[in-house]
């Protein structure tokens, strides 16, 4: 396990590549409505990363099919987006990774489709708070698990569980670098964070259990128990007194 330290270059890169990433990111949110089909979503991602002259990393990645990956309601994470059409109520991820220049930009938010129970605006507020907790944990010095506590302390608060099958991750000319960045409570001892690392925080968050099943496809993760869930994601530059936020525009 090595996590690399980045080079002012790198992360000048960096910088431009999560930049497109969150640009491309709002852009697709602002397409989310009732009637509009995930593929349609698709579609501008591909076809606005091309014109920008970057790649959207899930195309093929493992043999994900798609440019862009969207997940409703109780779909965890990795949704493949097809012909499906968003319904008023249905909440919305899209997680967007551009790659420019040979780096990559990671970052997903919630988009609400018109109006949503209370319930379901409860569960994306928490996500992007439960994201911004880890997120605060980020310092040179900190523990990675300094991450997963504040994560996970935040939604036992909120009587939400956070998901163990996915994590965040190292990011630069890798899609996922080391180190595995754990989004619950844990032991893992990891050297300490430095300034020059990079990598995402993005947590997972259900209404019912942590637990996920992943269908047919192979990709597509759901909860077990069909409850709501959701997340948001950022990519992020340990500084020489905390953090800077890469993934805006
Ligand atoms: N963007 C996801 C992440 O945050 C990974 C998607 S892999 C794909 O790490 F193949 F599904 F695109
Ligand atoms: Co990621
Ligand atoms: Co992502």
Redesign the pocket.
Same mark, same amino acid.
């Given at each position: 396990m090595k996590i690399r330290i980045k080079t002012p270059v790198e992360i000048e890169r960096m910088r431009k590549a999560c930049r497109l990433a969150a640009e491309t990111l709002r852009r697709a949110g602002e397409m989310v409505r009732p009637g509009v089909a995930l593929d349609e979503i698709d579609r501008f991602v591909h076809d606005f990363t091309f014109e920008n002259g970057a790649y959207p990393?899930?195309l093929n990645?493992?043999g994900?099919p798609k440019s862009v990956?969207i997940s409703v309601n109780e779909v965890v %994470?990795?949704g493949i987006p097809d012909g499906r059409v968003l319904r008023e109520g249905d909440v919305v991820n899209i997680?967007v %990774?551009s790659r420019l220049d040979g780096y990559h930009g990671?970052c997903?938010a919630m988009f609400r489709v018109g109006k949503v129970s209370e319930k379901a605006e409860r569960i994306c507020r928490a996500a992007r708070e439960a994201m911004m907790r880890g997120i605060g944990a980020v310092r040179p010095g900190a523990r990675f698990s300094d991450i997963g506590e504040a994560i996970e302390d935040y939604c036992d608060e909120m009587g939400y569980s956070v998901v163990r099958d996915y994590c965040g991750?190292g990011v630069g000319r890798g899609?996922?670098e080391d180190p595995l960045v754990l989004h619950y409570r844990n032991d893992e001892r990891l050297p300490r964070m430095q300034p020059g690392m990079i990598f995402?925080v993005?947590p997972m968050i259900n209404a019912g259990t942590w637990k996920v099943k992943t269908l047919a496809d192979g990709?597509t993760a759901v909860t077990e128990d069909g409850e709501l869930s959701a997340q948001e994601?950022h990519t992020l530059l340990v500084t020489r007194d905390g953090y800077e936020i890469l993934t805006v525009e």
């Open positions: 990393a899930p990645y493992a994900f990956c %994470t990795h997680d %990774t990671d997903s991750h899609f996922h995402t993005e990709w994601e």
